[in-house]
């Protein structure tokens, strides 16, 4: 509880920083330092809104931390979060951005920050941005901007790379790269698919387009959900016994609906296993200890859209 009540507070710093209301989409901030840090920034870190719906006033919110090592040249990310409609902000505090909570007792004041050490802003510029509207800080001031699905959504980032590129056309020849994990496991192929498409049909600005990475992806819950048992089964997690048992009772598709009682014991026996399974892998893994610590008393689904970072797949376009 503590985690989350001392993120809540640092959003609350940096809504009345970033009020939507009173920043233009020409309007770029350049933040030198945050709240509850020591020093400055490890490296420019920009903020600002684009305009992706001019009917409804829509605008797309972003972070753009610049690379430690050479942003002239080094790769530039475009980092979109789950959930579906998760914050931006979860990516740059506790995955893969420069700065991260310091883990202590929350004692009501402000949160205490400091340098991540294994931030990927070591060797790549990352533009985080909260999409869809209505996420983090993207708004529309009509409510019918905040009706967008997958495709419109994903139109809409669309629309969002060639204007941001247009105004930062420094970064058009870095390599490009767009990844996203969880819900954005969706999103992020198609997204990938339409700059591709335009940069074919010779659309500027044409951006250095290199490949995509999504991480613990949805990408349909057939695929999902159905093929659970069978990798668990392939990978060593659970016996031969409990994976035929499964099929015998279950069938090899609609876990979530059990057909019989046999089945259901079957199915929560292989939750038990996966999750014990889990646990012993992270006590096991040096870097994740500690944040497994942190994150097993909550729920399985926090820990792995937080922890499975490691699991990347890497497409090369």
């Known amino acids: 509880m503590s985690v989350r009540l001392a993120f809540l507070l640092l959003c609350c710093c940096l809504l009345a920083a970033a009020d939507p209301l009173r920043v233009s989409t020409a309007d770029r901030t350049n933040v030198a330092s945050l709240p509850g840090l020591d020093g400055a920034l490890p490296s420019c870190l920009e903020t600002g809104y684009v305009t992706v719906d001019e009917d409804n006033g829509?605008?797309?919110?972003?972070?753009?931390?610049?690379?430690?090592?050479?942003?002239?040249?080094?790769?530039?990310?475009?980092?979109?979060?789950?959930?579906?409609?998760?914050?931006?902000?979860?990516?740059?505090?506790?995955?893969?951005?420069?700065?991260?909570?310091?883990?202590?007792?929350?004692?009501?004041?402000?949160?205490?920050?400091?340098?991540?050490?294994?931030?990927?802003?070591?060797?790549?510029?990352?533009?985080?941005?909260?999409?869809?509207?209505?996420?983090?800080?993207?708004?529309?001031?009509?409510?019918?901007?905040?009706?967008?699905?997958?495709?419109?959504?994903?139109?809409?980032?669309?629309?969002?790379?060639?204007?941001?590129?247009?105004?930062?056309?420094?970064?058009?020849?870095?390599?490009?790269?767009?990844?996203?994990?969880?819900?954005?496991?969706?999103?992020?192929?198609?997204?990938?698919?339409?700059?591709?498409?335009?940069?074919?049909?010779?659309?500027?600005?044409?951006?250095?387009?290199?490949?995509?990475?999504?991480?613990?992806?949805?990408?349909?819950?057939?695929?999902?959900?159905?093929?659970?048992?069978?990798?668990?089964?392939?990978?060593?997690?659970?016996?031969?016994?409990?994976?035929?048992?499964i099929l015998e009772h279950c069938g090899r598709e609609g876990y979530f609906n059990p057909k019989n009682a046999i089945c259901s014991h079957a199915l929560n026996r292989f939750s038990d296993v996966s999750r014990l399974k889990l646990i012993l892998c992270f006590e096991n893994y040096a870097p994740l200890q500690e944040l497994s610590q942190l994150l097993l008393p909550h729920s399985l689904e926090t820990c792995l859209s937080t922890v499975l970072l490691q699991c990347y797949t890497l497409f090369l376009v």
């Open 58 to 245: 829509a605008e797309l919110f972003y972070y753009f931390v610049e690379s430690e090592g050479n942003p002239a040249s080094d790769p530039v990310l475009l980092w979109i979060n789950g959930g579906h409609r998760c914050s931006v902000l979860s990516a740059l505090f506790f995955e893969i951005g420069p700065v991260q909570f310091v883990r202590e007792p929350y004692d009501g004041g402000l949160p205490r920050l400091q340098y991540h050490p294994y931030t990927w802003t070591k060797v790549a510029s990352i533009l985080f941005v909260d999409s869809p509207v209505g996420a983090g800080f993207s708004f529309s001031r009509d409510p019918n901007g905040y009706d967008v699905g997958d495709v419109s959504s994903t139109l809409q980032l669309t629309k969002f790379v060639n204007k941001w590129f247009s105004e930062h056309p420094e970064f058009l020849a870095n390599p490009f790269y767009v990844g996203g994990e969880s819900y954005a496991g969706k999103l992020v192929p198609f997204l990938v698919q339409k700059i591709s498409e335009d940069i074919e049909a010779g659309i500027k600005p044409a951006v250095n387009l290199k490949g995509y990475l999504v991480g613990n992806p949805s990408t349909g819950e057939s695929i999902d959900y159905d093929t659970k048992v069978p990798y668990a089964h392939g990978v060593g997690i659970i016996s031969d016994q409990l994976y035929e048992t």
